[in-house]
């Protein structure tokens, strides 16, 4: 990995998203946020600039689609994240990376690799 990344984090269940931090980090990249909630994330979306989000498709019952749809108009690469039995995203985030859980090392790593590889160069 050459360039590290500033990434934010939409994850509802606090182990899960440590243990995502401690993958980013060992990884060389950084922790923008760790948000819980869509009205967190989306607040984060319109916070501080970062490069790739992680997000989580459930938040506690709550699908995370409004920040999809703000990242996107943000041109802000991002990973979808499911724990498996959730329907499918829409239409318009089909092609989009989806990583399912538990997270490994060996599998969220080349997911990130691969969404970072779209986001701008950092100046």
Same mark, same amino acid.
């Given at each position: 990995?050459?360039?590290?990344r ?6 509802d269940?606090? @182990?899960?998203?440590?243990m ?5 980090? #060992?990884? /060389? $990249? ?5 948000? +819980? ?10 916070g ?19 920040v999809?749809?703000? @990242? ?9 994240? #499911?724990? /498996? $039995? ?5 239409? +318009? ?5 989806m990583i ?5 090392l ?9 969404a ?8």
């Open positions: 990995m050459s360039v590290s500033c990434i934010l984090i939409v994850e269940e606090p @182990l899960i998203s440590m995502l931090e401690d993958f980013v980090q #060992s990884l /060389g $990249h950084s922790v923008a946020a760790i948000c +819980e909630s869509v009205d967190e994330a989306l607040k984060a979306v319109d501080d600039p970062f490069d790739l989000a992680i997000l989580d498709v459930n938040l506690k019952g709550e699908s995370v689609w409004p999809a749809r703000a @990242l996107r108009e943000r041109s802000v690469p991002f990973i979808l994240a #499911s724990g /498996g $039995h959730v329907d499918p995203p829409p239409q +318009e985030f089909a092609g989009v990376p399912d859980k538990p997270y490994t060996d599998r969220i790593k080349p997911v990130i690799e691969g970072a590889a779209v986001a701008p160069e950092k100046e």
